[in-house]
């Protein structure tokens, strides 16, 4: 329960910081070119509110925000945020306003150039938000980076990318002609992009030609075992006493040396091997019988102490782990730390911010793939990402991601986002005039809709992952 609890107040924290932030890069724009703003609120207050500044209670407190034309809240479902601008059609669908003359100070009345402005102020304010986290982080916390050729034992490819050329021990350090700068999970979308990889083999360069077309990212990114991933040998870093491993007598830092006859030296290895068995284990067909003879494996085994390895027969738990904790290879590499003053913060925090953008920009249209659409998530998936313990590095680096996320999000074409009211405007640009209230509001209303369907899927892809 205090894991949930802390995941939820680090979520809340970071959806209410990034709400008021996008909405008041509307609202300052807005005030900017001297339009009425009549509502400003962070979550909606469908039917009620949780607190407004025209509140009796607050105007009695503040009797300056009585006659203040714009109204502060907070509402009660925790979904987003808005401003209510005068003379504007948005998603509370109110178009009592615009059948008055346009008033001076009505969104409807201003220049193209200036709507343009008001309306990409939310996503400007969530660009400008992630980078500056990212700046801040730079200053505050430098950066680590495992260079590629730190990684002395290699990686493991999977038998797609041996396929392709590649081999176990390789090392790569170059996509095309751009160095890799270090090891991270995104290595694998700019493998996606890549026409030719340069590997070190044996201390020498080869060069590896991808496919033509590239390699789909959400293939490679669901691979078992992975298309590429640093070679671990199979040492164990600690045993659960009472788990099936400890039972059977391995000890922290033995080493698995086969399976069922198998030989094996990395884990990948392994994961190989066990992958097999679970595509058994998910057949229909499979009985408790099957499942039992699956999960019993023989292992041959070297301690650390002993002079001879050991086999021995084990059974698997019930969630089909053995109860040992793997060695991580990679804390055996050398990681280099790079420090930043108060100037060179900024540019790297700002090459940081732009790699994630495009990162996220090229993964999303993926997003209309059938596996891409599977992965689609709501506030619970957001909400998971947080750690279960407080953690500010892990959450200033995941609300920098998330205001990324939102400013995509929020510039798609859709009806009802900031990005629908933009292609509006540009319509507008193009043609001298703007489309009639009629057409407004059904756009308004497809918006609404699809937005709906998006948040249907989301919400059920959530659920689903809940229950398997």
């Keep these: 329960m205090t894991a949930i609890l802390i995941k939820t107040l680090q979520f809340l924290l970071c959806l209410s910081l990034l709400i008021v932030l996008h909405e008041g890069g509307h609202f300052g724009f807005a005030k900017l070119f001297k339009v009425r703003v009549e509502k400003f609120f ?29 109204e502060y809240g907070i509402g009660w479902i925790p979904l987003g945020g808005y401003v209510k601008i005068a003379g504007m059609v948005d998603e509370s669908l109110d178009t009592e306003q615009l059948k008055q003359p ?39 916390e430098g950066q680590d980076r495992m260079p590629m050729q730190n990684i002395t034992q290699g990686f493991a490819f999977n038998q797609e990318a041996q396929a392709l050329g590649f081999r176990n021990g390789d090392i790569p350090i170059r996509f095309d002609d751009e160095d890799i700068e270090g090891w991270s999970g995104a290595i694998r979308q700019d493998l996606c992009k ?29 691979m078992q075992p992975p298309f590429l991933i640093p070679i671990t040998p199979t040492l164990v870093d600690s045993v659960l006493p009472e788990g ?51 999960r019993r494996m023989t292992i041959v085994y070297q ?34 730390h790079t420090d930043y003053n108060l100037l ?7 090459h940081y911010g732009w790699e994630t953008l495009v990162a996220y920009i ?21 909400g998971n990402l947080f750690p279960d313990t407080w953690d500010w590095l892990r959450f200033w680096m995941l609300t920098a991601f998330i205001s990324i996320a939102l400013a995509v999000m929020n510039i798609l074409p859709i009806p009802g986002l900031d990005g629908g009211h933009i292609v509006i405007l540009l319509y507008e640009a193009i043609t001298g005039r ?18 709906i369907a998006l948040m249907l899927l989301a919400f059920g892809n959530d659920i689903r992952r809940f229950i398997l």
């Excluded at 993964?363 to 957001?382: D, H, L, N």
Aim: glycine residues 6%; contains cysteine.
């Design 362 to 382: 090229d993964q999303f249209r993926y997003v209309a793939t059938p596996q891409g659409a599977k992965e689609v998530g709501s506030f619970i998936a957001i």
């Design 344 to 350: 060179t913060c900024i540019p790297a925090g700002c």
């Design 194 to 222: 890549a026409q030719t990889v340069t590997v070190l083999r044996d201390g020498r360069e080869v060069t590896i030609q991808m496919p033509e077309d590239g390699l789909n990212l959400i293939d490679v990114l669901y």
């Design 434 to 451: 703007q489309p009639s209230e009629k057409v407004m509001l059904w756009f308004e209303y497809i918006g609404m809709a699809l937005i």
């Design 102 to 140: 346009a008033q001076a100070d009505e969104f409807r009345s201003q220049k193209v150039w200036k709507r343009f402005f008001i309306m990409a102020g939310g996503v400007l304010m969530n660009l400008l938000t992630a980078f500056v986290i990212y700046c801040g982080i730079m200053y505050f």
């Design 42 to 70: 962070m979550f909606f207050d469908y039917k009620f509110h949780l607190f407004s500044t025209r509140d009796n209670w607050f105007t009695r407190l503040f009797p300056h925000f009585r006659n203040n034309e714009t």
């Design 303 to 336: 301690n650390p102490a002993a002079q001879q390895p050991d086999t021995v027969t084990l059974q698997l738990d019930d969630n089909y782990m053995m109860g040992i904790v793997r060695h991580n290879a990679l804390a055996d590499y050398k990681v280099e």
């Design 244 to 294: 099936p491993a400890g039972r059977a007598g391995l000890k922290a830092g033995s080493r698995l040396l086969a399976v069922d006859d198998t030989p094996i030296a990395y884990w990948s290895d392994y994961d190989s091997l066990f992958l097999r068995r679970q595509d058994v284990l998910a057949m229909k067909s499979c009985t408790h019988a099957d499942s039992l003879r699956l």
